[in-house]
């Protein structure tokens, strides 16, 4: 199986869902360039019809995506950070979310937006959020978070064929992680956890590039016969509750890892769910390790004292397992 | 332009269709006989009406709050409109939009819109859709003075301009944004001069003149299916009622607007003005109007009667249509 990026990953998926279907376009913010990679060198596949530069002006494009999918076509709409939704929120959660069900399931809303987001290294506040909290209370959206670049590119593609708005978000730090990924069709089904190291002792539930760190922080407590299940939601919209309470049925402890905010955030989200319908299979309270409540700050320093990091996931677990 | 008697005919009954139909929906909602915000526009009728008469079946529009003349106008059934208004299950919508949200993608109606200016974009995106599609339908926008203050208006024009959409943008300028008057905040006297910022055309146009409306959209949507790019079109015309049925309740004395300038727009009455060039013309007798009223008249009350013994929707449909699971 060949290796390959996670920036790779979602060229591969557009590239593959573009040829599958003569409806599916690209439209956002530079991505005849390709600013970041994803979308190097599909101009040259699929033409200037199908691969479109918008103005700076996300308010109108990603509206503009919202008609062109009430047309009957599929597009990919690609604004480059993540932060710059709320430029086009009233497009994004009043009309794209609300169309199908406000016009009584006469809608149809093929729509997959995407956008890097999360820390990536001194881009300060306006580059470096994680919003996908913010759209977790809008009925009608689906949210995508992959952690690496096979899960990339099958999310990302069961998200182009899906019949409803979905945004995909990427995170900056995961650009060029590699590893093997299926070369044609791969597909990953919305709303379907993975299981990304099995364990007995904790469960952490980590979103985004928060896998990896809790991959690693696992790796690093089994030596002392801490085991740790690693549980990846990949989307939160449709969210696989059934993985995560089963994993906490088994463990009896659950921490949840996510670069979003405490407050209102999707670590605080899960944790409900879990405090609500898994109470009984719980020997410890609820964690989570999130990043701090500021604004993610510019200098390094600053930005790594903000950020969720691996030290904290274990100390998370620590408290919880009691060791 | 010469137009055909078929053509002026269906003009007259659609402008009666949304008089009647605004005049009802203003008493069943001083009456509370339908819930939430309902915005008429009586006064209006020439341009929903015009515009439309200009499109075909395939062509597609957004509109606005007040939107119950632009839906009539390119063929929306008044028995299902009036059914959604009131909330029931035979409605568009199947309850879940109401006045404001009313869509037949059937008859490319992508909906009226409760967000001033948000039909814009999705108008332009409609017909880049089109383009992508190889269609040559084309997609008009129907707005108000208030939308073209809003970012959305600026984004689509440029928008629309640069990717030469077939879209044509209707600005419908009866003169106030809610309450506040447009002269009072906005930077022009006439909005139709904003398409020189995106270097396509703007035209002012007589929005109580039915046969007016009809031809610079004629004109606009050829333009716009022959590849040549988006139009913009401000009709002017005036709304006789209120922004939203029953503000006296909460504006009190609070008037916005002379009495005597309503009545100067009364009797600019675009269906009097249509019905005088009827008379004058001699292309259609005075028999031939009365008998469209007559049947108006009839299909309203049927629509009114289908509507009050429509089923409510059962409270299980609530979380039905939120997602599309095919």
Partial sequence: MPQISFIQAINQAIAEEMERDPLTFLMGEDVVLGAFGATKGLIDKFGAKRVRNTPISEAGFVGAAVGAAMAGTRPICEVEFASFFYCAFDQICNQAAKLRYMSGGQATMPITFRAVFGAMGGAAAQHSETVYAQFLSVPGLKLVIPSGPSDMKGLLKSAIRDNNPVIVFEHGALGWSREDVPAGEHLVPLGKAAVKRPGDNVTVVAIGAMVPKAMSVAEKLEKEKISVEVIDPRTLIPLDEDAILASVEKTNRIVIADEGHLRGGAAADLAAIVADKGFDFLDAPVRRVTSLDVPIPFSPPLEKAAIADEARIEAAIRAVVGR | ?326
Wanted: proline share 3%; net charge negative; with cysteine.
């Fill in chain 2, 1 to 326: 332009m010469d137009i055909s008697k078929d053509k002026l005919l269906e003009m007259y009954r659609t402008m009666q269709k949304i008089r009647l139909f605004e005049s009802k929906a203003r008493d069943l909602a001083m009456a509370a006989e339908i819930p939430g915000f309902v915005h008429v526009s009586i006064g209006e009728e020439a341009s929903a009406t015009g515009v439309c008469a200009a499109l075909r079946k395939t062509d597609r529009i957004t509109s606005n709050h007040r939107g119950h003349g632009h839906l009539i106008a390119k063929g929306g059934r008044l028995d299902r409109m009036m059914a959604e208004i009131f909330g029931k299950r035979t409605g568009y919508c199947k309850g879940k939009g109401g006045s404001m949200h009313i869509v037949d993608y059937s008859l490319g109606i992508l909906g009226a819109n409760g967000i001033v200016g948000a039909g814009l974009p999705i108008a332009t995106g409609s017909a880049l859709g089109a383009v992508i599609a190889g269609k040559d339908d084309v997609t008009v926008a129907f707005f108000g003075d208030g939308a073209s203050n809003e970012g959305t208006f600026h984004e689509s024009l440029n928008l629309a301009a640069v990717w030469k959409l077939p879209v044509v943008f209707v600005c419908e300028n009866n003169g106030f944004g809610e309450f506040t008057p447009m002269a009072t905040v906005t930077s022009v006297k006439d909005i139709a001069v904003r398409a020189k910022a995106y270097d396509i055309p703007g035209h002012i146009v007589d929005g109580n003149d039915v046969l007016e409306v009809f031809r610079f959209t004629s004109e606009a949507v050829a333009r716009a299916r022959a590849g040549e790019g988006p139009t913009l079109l401000e009709c002017k015309t005036y709304r006789w009622e209120g922004h939203v049925v029953g503000e006296q309740a909460f504006l009190g004395d609070g008037s916005y607007r002379e009495k005597s300038e309503v009545e100067e727009w009364k009797r600019k009455c675009p269906l009097i003005r249509f019905e005088k060039w009827c008379a004058e013309s001699g292309k259609i007798s005075s028999a031939e109007l009365k008998k469209i009223i007559a049947d108006t008249e009839k299909e309203l009350a049927d629509a009114v009667e289908f509507a009050r013994s429509s089923e409510l929707p059962a409270p299980s449909e609530v979380t039905d249509d939120v997602y599309n699971n095919t």
